[in-house]
């Protein structure tokens, strides 16, 4: 079949045809030119584009420093642990991601999205990983990786987690870790801190963190379009956090957390010489490691209203009465001002009346004639009443604040209490009225308004032992850098030497030395065979009592005495002063002592100076 055009058809279709050449020839020229300015003058660009979309940068955690005793035995150090982060680059469709993530794991998805958001107004990118849920399980782990395939941009990244070796040892002074805050974040300080870190949050964690932080590495590795590490292609490893040597030593610090048994209080053990604690307990007391990547809310309500505080230093910030252990300021204060001599005795027929009242002493039938030696052996509160009425408020303060008490003592610690020491001029400026003469027979046997904390006892009892030196307390001996190379050397600290003659001091010692070692000594049961210790009992009224007849023992637990009992040893060469408060434990000589009997013990022992034990000890 033979088709028949007419010129003006064929011209129609020529023309068309010439139309359709110029187009397809712009469309290649076109074409040809793009595909040169990217390959050719752009190729570079995006050949560092094309690289940087397939590589990451990852942070590598450094482990934090450890912890060590005074002998180099580790307190504290890391564990591997594991933590889920998502990178929203990699994140097809968060809502699904989130849901199957939360299902999976069974940890909320509102505070998966709520951590999402915080890093989003922090300006966190796309292509840097967000920490999601921190210290999670192998089984939880083996779980997001069998199931990575339906979690796009969710991945495991392993991370040091800190690991108390002895749970809730030395809790208080090691304090925790949490997660770092907007206001931390804003410091200067921080400025290498991300969202989701985990920074010291109390106690010497928070104020050694730069110590004990270390220098993160980093690691660069090729992921696929789903985010996953396919190569990893450079690195370089983190540096661990400095090495701190504590002033602690760990056999004394489980004695004395020991002994203390389910009993609340605190005490202090100090070296005498130098001023550095060798062990420091609050009981009661929480584990550290509950807060490792992240404290339930369920626990965190229970330790903060539980009722005895577990979260309180107690050692550096309760403030007690000290009770009959104060007597030894007073008796100090009285023999320097010589209103009394060592030998002028005074009557005690169980009370003395002064202001129109009775002020009883703690034995009713009295102690009958005694000196001051006699006095503290067996802790009469009649001669100090005496004694107090002599002196004044005002002497008495003196000397207690020369002695440490109401004043920090200065210790490397967060949240150290002043205590209280009065005067006439602090209850016009406080109370807003004069003082009277009767308060001051409170204050002689440590009761009113004094207060301590029982490292001021601790340290108060060292300068009576050494002589006259009041110390700094120190709890870090030195720091090193992971290799072993000394960066730092802490030294005793004086913060001033008590004008104390040698006589009074002398008298003094030999009278402690009796509250122990003396048959009616009040301290008998921190006796120990083959060592002279020197000790000093107390007991801190909680509530004036409803009536005279009324005992302990018949009261609810919150409204018994504190027990309190300071001692140091070996009286002719003293090498360790300690302070313990018992709260609600009663009497000093029975619930406070024993206590210290047996650090003081385990202390000897372990310098192989105790020959023998002695099974028999004195009740007062």
């Excluded at 199957?100 to 966190?124: D, Q």
């Excluded at 931390?184 to 969202?195: C, G, M, P």
Aim: with cysteine; hydrophobic share 35%; glycine share 10%.
């Amino acid at each position: 079949m033979s088709i028949n055009l007419s010129h003006s058809s064929l011209q129609l279709f020529q023309r068309r045809t010439r139309i359709v050449a110029v187009f397809l020839a712009c469309f290649f020229v076109i074409l040809i030119t793009r595909v040169w300015y990217l390959q050719v003058l752009q190729g570079s660009f995006y050949k560092e584009r094309s690289i940087k979309q397939r590589t990451r940068i990852q942070r590598v955690l450094s482990q934090r420093g450890e912890f060590l005793d005074r002998e180099g035995r580790v307190l504290v150090d890391t564990q591997p642990g594991f933590n889920i982060t998502i990178t929203l680059e990699d994140v097809q469709d968060l809502d699904p991601t989130l849901k199957l993530l939360s299902r999976l794991t069974g940890v909320s998805e509102k505070k998966a999205r709520e951590t999402i958001r915080r890093a989003r107004e922090k300006g966190t990118p796309a292509f840097q990983p967000i920490r999601l849920f921190t210290n999670v399980d192998w089984k939880t782990v083996a779980l997001l990786e069998a199931n990575q395939i339906d979690l796009p941009g969710i991945s495991v990244s392993p991370e040091p987690l800190r690991n108390f070796r002895y749970g809730d040892l030395f809790a208080h002074a090691f304090g925790y870790l949490g997660e770092i805050n907007r206001s931390e974040l804003a410091d200067a300080s921080f400025r290498n801190y991300r969202i989701g870190d985990e920074i010291g949050k109390a106690g010497l964690e928070k104020i050694l963190q730069h110590e004990l932080k270390g220098t993160d590495g980093f690691r660069q590795v090729e992921v696929n379009s789903r985010g996953r590490i396919i190569n990893e292609t450079a690195g370089q490893p983190p540096f661990p956090g400095n090495r701190i040597f504590l002033t602690i030593d760990l056999d004394l610090q489980q004695t004395l957390e020991t002994a203390f048994g389910k009993q609340s209080g605190a005490g202090v053990v100090i070296d005498v010489n130098s001023g550095e604690i060798l062990a420091m307990t609050s009981r009661p007391a929480f584990s550290p490691n509950l807060f490792s990547g992240g404290i339930p809310q369920e626990e965190w309500n229970r330790l903060l209203h539980d009722p005895l505080h577990p979260l309180t230093n107690k050692a550096i910030s309760g403030q007690y009465p000290p009770g009959s252990v104060f007597k030894i300021v007073v008796a100090v204060a009285a023999l320097e001002e010589k209103v009394i001599s060592p030998h002028e005795t005074i009557y005690c027929r169980g009370y003395t009346r002064f202001g129109g009242r009775r002020f009883r002493c703690w034995k009713r039938g009295g102690h009958g004639k005694l000196n001051l030696t006699r006095a503290l052996v067996e802790s009469c509160d009649v001669y100090f009443y005496e004694l107090g009425q002599r002196l004044g408020i005002d002497k008495i303060a003196e000397y207690a604040k020369n002695l440490g008490l109401g004043s920090p003592t200065g210790i490397l610690l967060e949240g150290e209490q002043a205590g209280l020491i009065p005067d006439r001029s602090w209850k016009r400026r406080v109370r807003r009225e004069p003082w009277f003469p009767g308060e001051t027979l409170s204050a002689a046997i440590g009761q009113g308004y004094i207060l301590a904390t029982p490292i001021q006892l601790a340290n108060l009892t060292a300068a009576i032992a050494n002589g006259g030196t009041l110390y700094r307390p120190q709890l870090v001996r030195r720091i090193e850098d992971y290799e072993g190379t000394l960066l730092q050397e802490k030294h005793p600290t004086v913060r001033h030497d008590v004008p104390i003659s040698s006589r009074t001091l002398n008298l003094i010692d030999h009278a402690l030395e009796g509250v122990v070692s003396e048959k009616h000594g009040t301290g008998g049961r921190a006796r120990i065979r083959g060592v002279r210790v020197a000790g000093k009992t107390g007991t801190a009224q909680v509530v004036r009592m409803r009536q005279e007849e009324e005992k302990q023992e018949e009261l609810p637990d919150r409204y018994r005495d504190h027990a309190l009992f300071v001692a140091f040893a070996p009286v002719e060469k003293p090498e360790v002063a300690l302070a313990i408060v018992v709260e609600h434990g009663g009497h000093g000589g029975s619930a406070a002592a024993p206590i210290a009997g047996k650090v003081l013990r385990a202390y000897f022992k372990k310098t192989g100076r105790i020959l023998e034990i002695a099974d028999r000890h004195t009740t007062p």
